[in-house]
């Protein structure tokens, strides 16, 4: 490469035509490598990752679907990083190829990075969070989490946010390193977690036989649905209204709301039927009492 052809944009057809002559086609070489680097990377690495996660997930019995997205998550953001690197360093090698002094250009901005760095502890917290988050599992896209405070199902995750979209549709950007405590909802199975409030006055003896009747052919309906039959586990409350019954049972993961509402209908329904009563609170409005006018008061005569 001549020396003479300072780092500048070419002016004129000639120009460019020996710069393109002198640095184009080693330019070239050095982005289509990176890209074909890049792919084989990520290929190589997506397989060796996704094997060793499903292998890992058979031994622990977990859910080749919740597996599946945790590996795409950190791989995405595994992408992410390594797309930042190859940038980095086609970067080098392009203006080194142009004649800059690359070491003295990572001088001066590692002196810029140090009085960036004091001002970004922040966004540095975020990301070594976010990675923690990711390299540990504790959530993926696609998981129902409450993190923050907030809960939700997880639409994006970066090493810097986590994004959650709420039951009303409410989208929530969360910082990673607000994340102090994460629980995930969907991880591994799920648990139908229910309390059945019946009046002091029915037979549990009676009633609790009636109640797991129904979790049994529930679980007879769904059986892809249930890891465990739900039943009656205890007397959790006596409460003000009536006594509460804890019926607990697992089932697979996002399924628990849904078969928690159905378990919820078949009791109502074959408590209306046996004649069990839920209690429930009764208002008694009491209209006061019309007042009669009182009669004027009548002179005596004299």
């Known amino acids: 490469m001549s020396s003479t052809i300072p780092f500048l944009i070419p002016t004129t057809a000639e120009a460019w035509e020996e710069w393109l002559r002198e640095n184009g086609v080693t330019i070239v070489a050095v982005i289509a490598g990176l890209v074909i680097l890049r792919i084989v990377v990520q290929r190589v690495l997506s397989r060796l ?3 060793a996660s499903l292998r890992a997930a058979k031994a622990r019995a977990e859910d080749p679907e919740v597996v599946e997205r945790r ?3 950190l791989m995405a953001t595994l992408g992410w990083l390594f797309n930042i690197f190859l940038a980095f360093l086609g ?3 392009v203006l080194d190829q142009l004649g800059v ?3 003295a250009l990572i001088a001066g901005v590692g002196v810029a990075g140090i009085a960036i760095g004091l001002g970004a502890q922040t966004l540095i917290k975020d990301v070594i969070n ?10 993926a896209v696609g998981d129902v989490v409450r993190v923050a405070g907030v809960s939700g199902q997880v639409i994006e995750i970066t090493p810097r946010r986590t994004v959650l979209r709420d039951m009303d549709g409410n989208v929530h950007v969360i910082p990673n390193s607000a994340i102090t405590v994460a629980t995930n909802m969907t991880q591994g199975f799920s648990r139908v977690n229910l ?3 019946v009046a002091y006055e029915e037979d549990l003896s009676r009633v609790i036989p009636v109640i797991n009747e129904e979790c049994e052919r529930l679980a007879a309906d769904r059986p892809d649905d249930f ?3 739900p039943s009656v586990v205890r007397v959790d409350r006596l409460a003000e209204d009536g006594v509460e019954l804890k019926v607990v049972g697992d089932v697979k993961v996002f399924k628990q709301w849904e078969l928690a509402g159905e378990l919820r209908r078949r009791i109502k329904e074959r408590f209306d039927r046996e004649g069990i009563e839920i209690p429930y609170r009764h208002e008694v409005q ?3 009492r019309e007042r009669k006018p009182q009669e004027p008061p009548q002179r005596s005569g004299g």
């Open 49 to 51: 990752i996704r094997s």
């Open 227 to 229: 890891l465990s039959t």
């Open 286 to 288: 009491v209209l006061p």
């Open 91 to 93: 970067a080098a090698i």
């Open 101 to 103: 002094q690359v070491s």
């Open 71 to 73: 590996v795409d998550t």
């Open 195 to 197: 309390n059945v409030l």
């Open 130 to 139: 976010g990675l923690f988050i990711l390299v540990e599992g504790q959530y």
